[in-house]
């Protein structure tokens, strides 16, 4: 339920927000609108008010403001002045980018008020190497400050994750990094060794395998439905030995139960002080179909503090300084999309990143439930690809009427309704095809 709701009310601010800003600026030059639709299909709730019915409909996919146009029928004599199509290009270029930057604008509210929350910034810095990861296969170290990508510097933790993910995409990947004593390192990424990971991570099933948090031997949480938990551990235990085997480290830990399915462990561990001992089962998983099984517990390990606090800086921005953060914000993110098409265009890019409904709707639940902040954040993202999308210029797109509207004030008069069509032609078949990856991408990553 809260996922429904949560994409709901980011589909009813996000779509309406848009679409009112087609609305304004058609108004603003007296164009005459019939209808306002927030949904598509057959509305299931309707008000007109002026010359405008406002309208809800059940498919919340989108919406559409819909304008007086000789084309789409005839108009009466006494409208013809406020037809859309009898405007100058120019108001009606205005009006075709008004929706996406209203919500490049929203974004840059909601980011801002994101910040409001309070930033942290995280140093590119290593603190932990998860195990059977491309990190942990290409070498990378706990402690190690990454210094560049490609060749390219990084501003922080998130910039790097970024530029190795999508780095990854187009192949071999080169990282440069420096240990605690200043030594430089570079260590590469085989792009076909690590095909088949570079896939999972896309459809977002696997991580690259560095956190900037340091783990320790304690556990944070274990889960009801895991060996551990069967066995007696409880969050806040704090793991000593294995088999009679001392242990101060979570790596060892992680190895030595990844290394037992289906065998019996002997662990000690310290409660409150007081020595304990288990026995746990781990049970065996098959994380990829060409990996031997490996064991887990169902446990995860708690971060060390005092490492968190020397690779972050929180701090809490004024009214100002938050809505230069969301503008710079909204240009970074912005730039970054429109790379991403780029380069899936000319095939740099995996297919694997696009998402659809379904994994906007499943991100809406769970940052609504990560609380208010996680939430505005997703909005301000969402709203920003809306906009960003919108532009690209392709036919049914805005950005594709943008397009027709520019070289009609260029050439002094529209293009042909041949051209016309046969780009509505392949802008739709191009939608068409991207949903359906989108779609395609969401139910892989929900059910494999």
Known sequence: MLTLLAFVVAILILVSV???????VARLFNIKVTRF????????????????????????????VKMVDTREGEVAPEDLPYAFDR???????????????????????????????????????????LPDTIAARAGLQPGERVLAVNGEAVADFGDMQTQIVF??????????????????????????????????IA???????????????????????????????????????????????????????????????AVTYLRNGQTLHADVLPYAEEERPDAPLVGKIGTWWAEDAAWRNSVNHTYHPNFAQALQLGAQKTVDYSWLTLKFFGRMLIGQASLSHVSGPVTIADLAGKTAAAGLQAYVQFLALVSLSLGVLNLLPIPVLDGGHLLYYALE????????????????????????????????NDFTRLFG
């Open 18 to 24: 848009h679409e009112l800003g087609h609305f304004a």
């Open 37 to 64: 639709s927030i949904g598509f299909g057959k509305p299931f709730w309707k008000k007109k008010y002026g010359d405008t019915e406002w309208c809800l409909a059940p498919i919340p996919l989108g919406g559409y």
């Open 87 to 129: 405007q100058h290009p120019a108001k009606r270029m205005a009006v075709v980018v008004a929706g996406p930057l209203v919500n490049l604008m929203l974004a840059v509210v909601f980011f801002a008020a994101a910040a409001m929350f309070g930033v942290t910034e995280t140093k590119a810095v290593i603190g932990t190497v």
């Open 167 to 200: 780095g990854l995409d187009r192949g071999n990947v080169q990282i440069t990094a420096e240990n605690t004593a200043g030594t430089v390192h570079e260590y590469t990424i085989d792009a076909d060794k690590e095909a088949a990971a570079r896939t999972q």
């Open 203 to 265: 459809r977002g099933k696997a991580l690259f395998g560095v956190m900037p948090d340091k783990l320790t031997n304690t556990l944070k949480y274990v889960s009801e439905q895991g060996a551990a938990y069967r066995a007696g551990l409880r969050d806040g235990d704090v793991i000593v030995a294995l088999d009679g085997v001392a242990h101060d480290s979570w790596l060892t830990i992680t190895e030595k139960v990844r290394l037992s399915p289906g065998r019996s462990i």
């Open 409 to 440: 004030w260029v050439r002094g008069k529209p293009l042909s309704q041949r051209i016309q069509e046969a780009g509505m032609r392949f802008g739709l078949a191009a939608m068409l095809l991207l949903m359906c990856i989108a779609f395609f």
